[in-house]
């Protein structure tokens, strides 16, 4: 199975700030790779898919980039809705893999 | 708007089964695959399997093979997980997600609320 390592784990982050997280693949998924946000008690919500395709009603201010085995997802102005837990995940190689996470936890 | 709504939380003893329901509302039920993700307590996700009622085929995940049975009803817009020999590792919130293609790998949304299945002697 191809493995995502999101980093960091957790990021403190202030209202306003410039947010970014980085997924890794164990092996090339070229741009099959979508961007997930959950919060707590709630499932996950697709905000990316195809690396930096936006879905529609999400926030411009979330932006995804990358291809190949590395891809960032980038909050331009962290907003107080944006505190949560984000998920890459891979859809290139059966089975479809998860990142492990990344926590944004308010500084 | 497609809405998927997930059947109720479940208590089960070790070495039974679960099985989870999920409906589909507001769209083409058979034309969408839908997958199954699990999530234990304060960890990640994790894809289990899928169906594509069109096609009438399910995958696993090679963890699942042989403990995991996904099914769909279309008459009712329904699709099915079920998982036997339970042990507190399913302890998990099981959520369904539509497929956002036809294929065997695929992206997810929307999803179900989530159905908390604990595993407890």
């Known amino acids: 199975d191809i493995q995502m390592t999101q980093s960091p784990s957790t990021l403190s982050a202030s209202v306003g700030d410039r947010v970014t997280i980085t997924c890794r693949a164990s092996?090339?998924?070229?741009?099959?790779l979508a961007w997930y946000q959950q919060k707590p008690g709630k499932a996950p919500n697709l905000l990316i898919s195809?690396?930096?395709t936006l879905e529609s009603g999400v926030p411009s201010r979330f932006s995804g980039s990358g291809s190949g085995t590395e891809f960032t997802l980038t909050i331009s102005s962290l907003q107080p809705d944006d505190f949560a837990t984000y998920y890459c995940?891979?859809?290139?190689?059966?089975?479809?893999?998860f990142g492990q996470g990344t926590k944004v936890e308010i500084k | 708007q497609v809405q998927l709504v997930q059947s109720e939380p479940e208590v089960k003893k070790p070495g039974s089964s679960v099985k989870v329901s999920c409906t589909t509302s507001?769209?083409?039920?058979?034309?969408?695959?839908i997958s199954w993700v699990r999530q234990a307590p304060g960890q990640g996700l994790e894809w289990m399997g899928g169906?594509?009622?069109?096609?009438?085929?399910?995958t696993y995940a090679q963890k699942f093979q042989g403990r995991l049975l996904i099914t769909a009803d279309e008459s009712t817009g329904t699709a099915y997980m079920e998982l036997s020999s339970l042990r507190s590792e399913d302890t998990a919130v099981y959520y369904c997600?539509?497929?956002?293609?036809?294929?065997?790998?695929?992206?997810?949304?929307?999803w179900g609320q989530g159905t908390l299945v604990t595993v407890s002697s």
């Open positions: 997600a539509r497929d956002r293609t036809p294929a065997t790998v695929n992206w997810f949304d929307p």
């Open positions: 507001g769209g083409t039920f058979s034309n969408y695959g």
């Open positions: 169906i594509i009622p069109i096609f009438g085929t399910s």
């Open positions: 092996q090339g998924i070229s741009i099959w």
């Open positions: 195809k690396a930096s």
């Open positions: 995940q891979q859809y290139n190689t059966f089975p479809a893999t």
